[in-house]
C-alpha cells in the first residue's frame, strides 16, 4: 500500500504545474469572456491575473497584450497609460519572441494605442508591419481584416497630416 502512495506522490507535483496552467487559462478566457461583453475593466484585470499565474514568457507577453487592448478600449487618458505601461516592456522585447503570434499582437495593441495619442505615422507604420507580419506567416484572415480596417481609417487622417507637413 506504502509503495502506491509513494509513487501517487511524485505524481502531486506534475499536478501542481498542470492545475497552475489551467488556473492561468481559464483567467485568460475570463478576461476574453469580460471583454467580449465590453467589461474592460474587468477584462483587464483578469488578463493582469492570467499573467501572473504562469511562468511562460509567452502567455504571459500575450496577458499584457490583451490586458492592454482592454484598457485601450475603455479609452480614457489613465487606462492609455496602463495599457502603455503594459505593451511598452513587451513591445521591447517583441524581438527576442520566437513565434509571429506574439509579434503581431504587440504591433496590433501598440499600433491602436499610438493612435489613442494621436501617433498616427507610427501608428501607421507599426500596424503595416503587423499586417506584413500576419499575412506573409500566420494566413489569419480575420487578423488581416483587422489590420486593414484600422490601417483604412488612418489613411485619411495620415494623408491629412501629410498635406499639411508639405505646407
Do not use: W
Request: net charge negative.
Amino acid at each position: 500500500m506504502t509503495a502506491g502512495f509513494g509513487a501517487d506522490e511524485k505524481l502531486v507535483p506534475s499536478l501542481s504545474n498542470n492545475l497552475q496552467a489551467c488556473e492561468s487559462i481559464i483567467e485568460m478566457l475570463r478576461g476574453q469572456y469580460a471583454h467580449s461583453v465590453g467589461c474592460f475593466s474587468e477584462a483587464a484585470f483578469h488578463f493582469i491575473e492570467a499573467a501572473k499565474l504562469t511562468e511562460s514568457k509567452s502567455m504571459q507577453a500575450m496577458c499584457q497584450v490583451y490586458a492592454a487592448v482592454s484598457y485601450i478600449c475603455i479609452g480614457d487618458a489613465e487606462s492609455s497609460s496602463q495599457a502603455f505601461d503594459l505593451i511598452g516592456p513587451v513591445y521591447r522585447m517583441m524581438d527576442s519572441f520566437v513565434g509571429v503570434r506574439e509579434k503581431t499582437s504587440v504591433l496590433f495593441a501598440y499600433g491602436l494605442l499610438l493612435m489613442k495619442q494621436h501617433n498616427l505615422q507610427e501608428a501607421r507604420i507599426r500596424l503595416a508591419t503587423g499586417l506584413q507580419i500576419t499575412h506573409n506567416h500566420l494566413g489569419n484572415l480575420q487578423l488581416v481584416s483587422q489590420y486593414l480596417t484600422i490601417l483604412g481609417s488612418l489613411a485619411l487622417p495620415c494623408m491629412t497630416l501629410d498635406k499639411q507637413e508639405r505646407s
